[in-house]
């Protein structure tokens, strides 16, 4: 495990389409800190969703970088290949009974919550009933056995007993006090792909070394879940930057855009990597 000195910012997209103006502010963000902290920039190819992670946009993302200008250090750590790791991980939770499998389906969990009247949300939707959190060794393992898939879930009420009370801090924000709670039993692998973001983001920071992990503003929530997985893997604790999401001329997040303002067209239509930077206000 590297313990950086050197302040190491990293940009870290999912290749599921054409990078916009809010993935170049993110990039730019980082970027930018080499040239006046002296840092180091990464580049990490999140791809474990097979589903939906394309080779040709991860070509189209290396292009448009390098046509902004920026350069990254080789190699570039593509998630796709380290899934052996993510697993190793999976099994210490496993070992020491944080994490348990859960075969429900969106289904069985929209019934159970119509049954019980309750549907306590958070950041990202209902809170998981705990349906089979309460199965027992043998019935997990007939399941299994049985060929049903699964998803693992996280033990939150062990997990929390473990870490104690935590703290991370955001350089906008201050000082924030972990609720990793708010989500309940998080899923830490996916039935179809054996990991998770949550997983993955957090074992990678800590394994390249990033001091300041940079992304919008919509992941705020999520970094609760990724301080607690530090206290349970004993990593260190990296700083946070949340930016703003950049929006379009009407106010709509340019993520949830149907088409996006993509830096290729942008280029296509004549503008400069100065025009960009100036776009996205940096
Ligand atoms: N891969 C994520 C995305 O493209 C960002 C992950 C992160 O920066 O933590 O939305």
Known sequence: ????????????????????????????????????????????????????????????????????????????????????????????????????????????????????GNAPHGPDGVIYPGICKHLTRSEQKDRQDSGASYALRLHMDRALAQSGTLYWEDLAAGEIRATPEIFGDVVLARKDIATSYHLSVTLDDALQGITCVTRGMDLFHATHIHRLLQALFDLPVPRWHHHELVRDDQGIRLAKRHNALAIRSLREEGKTPEDILNMIGL
């Open 1 to 116: 495990m590297i313990r950086s000195e050197t302040p190491t910012y990293r940009f870290a997209p999912s290749p599921t389409g054409y990078l916009h103006l809010g993935h170049a502010y993110s990039a730019l963000f980082s970027w930018q800190k080499t040239l006046t902290e002296s840092a180091r920039f990464l580049l990490r190819i999140e791809d474990i969703d097979t589903t939906r992670c394309r080779k040709i946009f991860e070509q189209a993302l290396y292009e448009d970088l390098s046509w902004l200008g920026l350069e990254w250090e080789q190699p570039v750590r593509r998630q796709s290949e380290h899934l052996p790791e993510y697993q190793s991980a999976l099994d210490k939770l496993t070992q020491r009974g944080l994490i348990y499998p859960c075969f429900c389906t969106r289904k069985d969990i929209a019934e159970e919550i119509g049954q019980s």
